[in-house]
DNA sequence: GTAACTGTTAAAGTTCACTTTAAGGCAAGC
DNA sequence: GCTTGCCTTAAAGTGAACTTTAACAGTTAC
């Protein structure tokens, strides 16, 4: 069991940002006695499943939906499953973008080099 | 030369903010005798230029700095060279965590699937 | 026993990139 | 002559995802 410093260490997000994710519904924190947050090796998987979401744009709506569908149980699976797909497609959208982008900025950069290397002979 | 919504539909921005980049002196249309903006070709490639790296997450600040620098001059190329190779290595950098979760997902989703498949059984 | 860490609620603030509204006015095409 | 599209300034609003503040209190480690 961690506490919420460890945690936030351990997947690198704010124990902040982790009590608002809780706000929001995204987890649920075991509690000891005393009603301190206690996270279990599960939820740290989760967590970092949640970053990697985060870091490609899953909008946190979408985070909500998909943890209160895990709540509800099994059936939900192939509403998940869409869920994901989605994102994944999302993603496959932007990587082509990106890609498209670096490569004119290949075409960009190397005339600019050309150009720069020129000025600096005078 | 072109018109502001005629410029709108050709590299899809909206009007409004491409007066917006142009309050922010990210490019600067000429203006007819009664004042209306007009785009000549240079400037409609400029446009797309700024599409490009504002789908891929440029911020503002950044398409500013390079918009001023081009403004001043020849002696300021390097300093645009190093923007925009500034701004490759995010590219690249954003590239590679995009399909590390691509795989990640596919690997999520064949499970799902599996999954799914198996309950469809029943 | 005190600093460091944990907790609470509720609200306000921040940043970014627009987007919208208001309220007016000029100019061209049918 | 009226609709459509263009112009202006200035300000307010939007949405997303935090982030910060306030103000207080309990618990644990050294």
Do not use: C
Not at 2 to 28: D, L, M, Q
Not at 70 to 99: P, S, V
């Amino acid at each position: 069991m961690y506490s919420i410093s460890e945690v936030a260490a351990k997947v690198n997000i704010k124990p902040h940002t982790i009590r608002f994710y809780e706000k929001e519904g995204i987890i649920e924190p075991l509690r000891d006695e005393n009603g301190v947050r206690e996270f279990d090796d599960a939820l740290i998987k989760w967590l970092m499943f949640i970053k990697k979401l985060r870091e490609t744009q899953m909008p946190i709506t979408d985070l909500k939906k998909y943890a209160l569908l895990f709540k509800e149980g099994d059936h939900t699976a192939r509403e998940r499953l869409m869920l994901l797909e989605n994102h994944q497609k999302k993603i496959q959208h932007q990587i082509e973008t990106l890609k498209a982008t670096d490569e004119m900025l290949d075409g960009k950069i190397a005339a600019y080099k050309k150009h720069v290397l020129n000025k600096s002979h005078r």
